[in-house]
């Protein structure tokens, strides 16, 4: 019957309460004991959830990551060490299951975000010019002083100091011009829509 019983739980030690209480105080020896008695049954659980090595890994790092921080929530009243920390192993199995699922499913739906949508492009081609005969003739409209603002604010990029500097008017006048113009744009453009 003696020989049945795992090589784990034959290594338990019966102090293993007592060394997660010391690690709660900081003891880095006393982790690395608790490390060694319960790693190996720990990856084994969370290879068996996970069904990757490097998952498995990677919960198994930040179970026992939680164990050192989280040693002083120990309660030996409520579970052994081993109870304890297999909980928490498997916790951390079961978010990373829940995590690359959801990274899945995220990838999924970027994917099928991805796929063109057939469309008319001949018809987006003929909206296009026609939007552009418009502004066209919205810009014939206005005179030469204003279609020379527009030009410097919105083509060039210039602010109305600068507008005002480079046609050498002052900035008042510069202002009224990029303000009539604007204004008279607008007026054509809803007369041709």
Known sequence: MQSEIST???????SADQLLASCAAGDRAAFQKVYRMFSATAYGLALRVLRD???AQDALQEA???VWTEASRFDPVRASAKAWIM???HRRAVDRVRREEADRRRGQVWGAGQIETPHDSVAEIVELNAEHRRVRS???ALSPIQRQALDLAYTRGM???QIAQQLD???GT???RLRDALQRLRQEMEVTA
């Open 169 to 171: 008017i002052p900035l």
């Open 138 to 140: 919205a810009l014939a």
């Open 174 to 176: 510069a202002k009224t």
């Open 8 to 14: 784990d739980e034959a290594e338990v030690d019966p």
């Open 64 to 66: 026992f990551t939680q």
């Open 53 to 55: 090595e490097e998952l």
């Open 87 to 89: 909980t928490i192993v």
């Open 159 to 161: 602010t109305q100091t």
